[in-house]
């Protein structure tokens, strides 16, 4: 069964800093990746997502994502930080579930937290 | 495009009575729904999964009998909460697949408590 790991529960960075946030997963075959952002209260905003291709995928709001195979890691990086994305941010790798539907199994996410 | 939205945002219950809460998809047709529910702070735990016109096949765990997942349209899911309990207070949110692969759309949320 696929899993998601994501190691960093909370994290908090300076507005202007850099950010990565680190995501691990398991799964037997080529995964479909993705990172999600929740607001307080919200639904799950899709950031960005890998399928195949380039191993560098670039996303919404200026997140990138790093696609490593050897490293079953797909972490999210931003260079400069916003107060505004403080947040709730979730990894997710898609599979077939025994039933044949497509379902995406979610890491416990990261409280991303900024300071002026 | 690809908006979910969810109705109601908030409800609040008395336990032992029943709750339904909508999911649609408002510019796509929805071929997959799912179900989630979070708890503060924690992770999206899936439910269930309906595909339109047949039943939902629910997650280990999860009752069938009191969760009850109706997807009775490619626009329409709706999630009724039977015989709520204070230990049913949560966060619910939907999501929806157009049919295309993995890639989820997901509502606001409903937040219910039951008292």
């Known amino acids: ?116 | 495009g690809a908006v979910v939205s969810q109705h109601p945002s908030w409800v609040i219950c008395k336990s032992g009575t029943s709750v339904k809460i909508e999911c649609r998809s408002l510019d796509f047709q929805a071929t997959t729904m799912f179900w989630y529910r979070q708890f503060p702070k924690q992770s999206l735990m899936l439910m269930a999964t309906s595909n339109e016109g047949s039943k939902a096949t629910y997650e280990q765990g999860v009752e069938k009998d009191k969760f009850l997942i109706n997807h009775a349209s490619l626009t329409l899911s709706t999630l009724t909460v039977t015989s709520a309990h204070p230990e049913d207070s949560s966060f619910y949110i939907c999501s929806a697949q157009g049919g295309w692969g993995y890639e989820q759309y997901f509502g606001p949320g409903t937040r219910l408590t039951v008292t």
């Open chain 1, 1 to 116: 069964a696929q899993s998601v790991t994501q190691p960093d529960i909370h994290i908090t960075v300076s507005e202007g800093a850099s950010l990565e946030l680190r995501c691990n997963y398991s799964y037997g075959a080529t995964p479909y990746l993705f990172w999600y952002v929740q607001s307080p209260g919200q639904g799950l905003q899709l950031l960005l997502k890998y399928f195949s291709g380039d191993t560098l995928v670039q996303g919404i709001k200026g997140f990138e994502a790093e696609f490593k195979r050897s490293q079953s890691s797909f972490n999210l990086r931003k260079p400069s930080v916003h107060w505004s994305d403080a947040a709730e941010y979730f990894c997710a790798v898609g599979a077939l579930s025994n039933f044949g539907n497509e379902k995406l199994t979610f890491g416990t996410g990261t409280r991303l937290t900024i300071i002026p």
